[in-house]
């Protein structure tokens, strides 16, 4: 087993309940571990044995993007679900999501999900 990480993907988009929050794009920090058997990729060293990161960051952020949330947990819930359809060699995704300023006096609001293949 290993994890495969992105770490401090940024990802400008409209999120929140407030008004402001939906008029004026925000930046997220997303972080996502998902862990697979590397047993297969390392014998063979393809891109098509493993799970593509820049594939993976380019779809969240499209879909992020897209969806255009109000609630971060909400975010986190489905990305990390999304990432696990899309990818059936994963056994376990872990998707943290930070909003910067969305508390006053704290450096931001984190959410956390994790979830494991049924």
Do not use: W
């Not at 400008?12 to 402001?20: K, T």
């Not at 060293?45 to 594939?55: F, I, Q, R, W």
């Not at 959410?111 to 049924?118: G, K, L, P, S, Y």
Request: glycine share 4%; hydrophobic share 40%.
């Amino acid at each position: 087993m290993g994890i495969l990480s992105i770490r401090e993907l940024k990802i400008s988009c409209i999120v929140g309940i407030y008004p402001h929050e939906r008029k004026i794009e925000q930046n997220l920090f997303v972080d996502v571990d998902m862990e697979f058997d590397f047993t297969r990729v390392a014998a063979s060293d393809h891109l098509a044995d493993t799970v593509d990161y820049t594939e993976v960051a380019s779809d969240l952020t499209e879909y992020i993007r897209a969806e255009r949330f109000q609630i971060i947990e909400t975010l986190a819930q489905r990305c990390c679900a999304r990432i696990l359809e899309r990818h059936p060699a994963l056994r376990r995704c872990k998707f943290v999501i930070r909003k910067p300023g969305a508390v006053l006096n704290a450096q931001g609001a984190i959410v956390t999900v994790e979830q494991e293949c049924a």
